[in-house]
T-cell receptor, first 113, second 109 residues
């Protein structure tokens, strides 16, 4: 069974641009959640989707958005990038119940110049 | 809002010693209590979890204990080995997917 796949692995953008990150969950998993990880800040929850519906959202500005498709693949978008958005963005999938037994992808390392 | 705190933030032990990391949470609706391990440069991985109807769970050298009344749960690692060196995160679940700030464990040979 393939694991959680995130693309791309690395991204370099400049301030003001927008970016789209992709996450393919483990086959059969219907929940996908997204996190921002920066040194010393741990894992900050962005949002969670289940069966194409956003079920929960963290405390991030509206520039951060996401969606989930019918095949459970998910994308997150960050518009009007700021220097402080530089981080590792991780997604995780789980089978059914919200937030339990998360399987993480390797992440997308975003650098904003 | 929900609050999750981990202590200590860093922990250094000698190989063979035990390590204990504590996670305190505020959401009384939390009913699932996992611990994740993230080695340097790698993705977080679930290492052990417990539900609110169980007080303790053990898996070889690691164990998790839960005190629901006091709203805290702990990760116990016995006979630590250098490969246990990593950052450990707790993530009590009952609503939003909130993680503790992490504990960096260093096991010195």
């Amino acid at each position: 069974k393939a694991g959680v796949t995130q693309t791309p692995r690395y991204l370099i953008k400049t301030r003001g641009q927008q970016v789209t990150l992709s996450c393919s969950p483990i086959s059969g998993h219907r929940s996908v959640s997204w996190y921002q990880q920066t040194p010393g800040q741990g894992l900050q929850f962005l949002f969670e989707y289940f069966s194409e519906t956003q079920r929960n959202k963290g405390n991030f500005p509206g520039r951060f958005s996401g969606r989930q498709f019918s095949n459970s693949r998910s994308e997150m978008n960050v518009s009007t990038l700021e220097l402080g958005d530089s981080a590792l963005y991780l997604c995780a999938s789980s089978q059914d119940r919200k937030g339990e037994k998360l399987f993480f992808g390797s992440g997308t390392q975003l650098s904003v110049l | 809002g929900e609050n999750v705190e981990q202590h200590p933030s860093t922990l250094s032990v000698q190989e063979g010693d035990s390590a204990v990391i504590k996670c305190t949470y505020s959401d009384s609706a939390s009913n699932y209590f996992p611990w994740y391990k993230q080695e340097l440069g790698k993705r977080p991985q679930l290492i052990i979890d417990i539900r609110s109807n169980v007080g303790e769970k053990k898996d070889q050298r690691i164990a998790v204990t839960l005190n629901k009344t006091a709203k805290h749960f702990s990760l116990h690692i016995t006979e630590t080995q250098p490969e246990d060196s990593a950052v450990y995160f707790c993530a009590p679940q009952g609503g939003k997917l909130i993680f503790g700030q992490g504990t960096e464990l260093s096991v010195k040979p």
